[in-house]
């Protein structure tokens, strides 16, 4: 079966600090990945997705990039973090194969103080 | 770029009363998905539409794709207190990426 592990599950940064988020997949090859920011418990924003390694596509201009070093790993980074990057990430895939449903993973809550 | 509006963003019902929450996108869309977020938790897939005018049901869920396939909603027949968290949907304009577009989502809470 499919499962997705995103970490950590709770994050307290200080502003200007680096950010590294993780995400893996389990159970199959070649899935489309996503990460989405929740803020303050509700809409889901699409950040980033990725269809292979290292193909990466922005959706928003902001203070964070991602990368896909390997077929089912995804990292989300900053270099600095802001204040305004605070917020819950989830990370999701879809296997390509109807019905077409995103799996999240469990989401870090990210705080910067 | 495409939007997918959400009404209502709050809903308080007693429990065993009905629920319904609208979906309504910018542009006609390929699919529509539903999702349910437990307060705490993460968003779990509940159902895609495909079909124009389609209706699907899963026990006391209906869900139901517009004919222009542009809007969508779900009813909640007798709510219970399991039914409490936030119900998203998520439009899907096509193309190999699969991006979907969320709505704000509803927020559902039910006094038993």
């Known amino acids: 079966s499919q499962t997705i592990h995103q970490w950590p599950a709770t994050l307290v940064q200080p502003v200007g600090s680096p950010l590294s988020l993780e995400c893996t997949v389990e159970g199959t090859s070649n899935p489309n990945l996503y990460w989405y920011r929740q803020a303050a418990g509700r809409g889901l924003q699409l950040l980033f997705y990725?269809?292979?390694?290292?193909?990466i596509s922005s959706e928003v201009p902001q203070n964070l990039s991602a990368s896909r070093p390997q077929d089912r790993q995804f990292i989300l980074s900053s270099k600095k973090l802001l204040l305004s990057d605070s917020g819950f990430y989830l990370c999701a895939h879809t296997s390509r194969r109807s019905p077409y449903g995103y799996t999240f993973g469990s989401g870090t809550r990210l705080t910067v103080v | 770029g495409q939007q997918v509006m959400q009404i209502p963003q709050y809903q308080h019902v007693q429990e065993g009363e009905d629920f319904t929450t609208y979906c309504n996108s910018s542009?006609?869309?390929?699919?529509i998905q539903w999702y349910k977020q437990r307060p705490g938790g993460h968003p779990v897939f509940l159902i895609q539409?495909?079909?124009?005018?389609e209706v699907k049901k899963q026990k006391r869920l209906t869900f139901q794709f517009g004919e222009a396939k542009k809007n969508s909603s779900l009813h909640i027949t007798a709510t219970q207190t399991t039914d409490v968290g936030t119900y998203f949907c998520?439009?899907?304009?096509?193309?190999?990426?699969?991006?979907?577009?969320f709505g704000k989502g509803t927020l559902l809470t039910v006094n038993p």
């Open positions: 990725s269809v292979g390694i290292g193909q």
């Open positions: 539409l495909v079909k124009s005018g």
């Open positions: 998520a439009g899907d304009s096509g193309g190999s990426n699969y991006k979907l577009t």
């Open positions: 542009t006609t869309l390929s699919n």
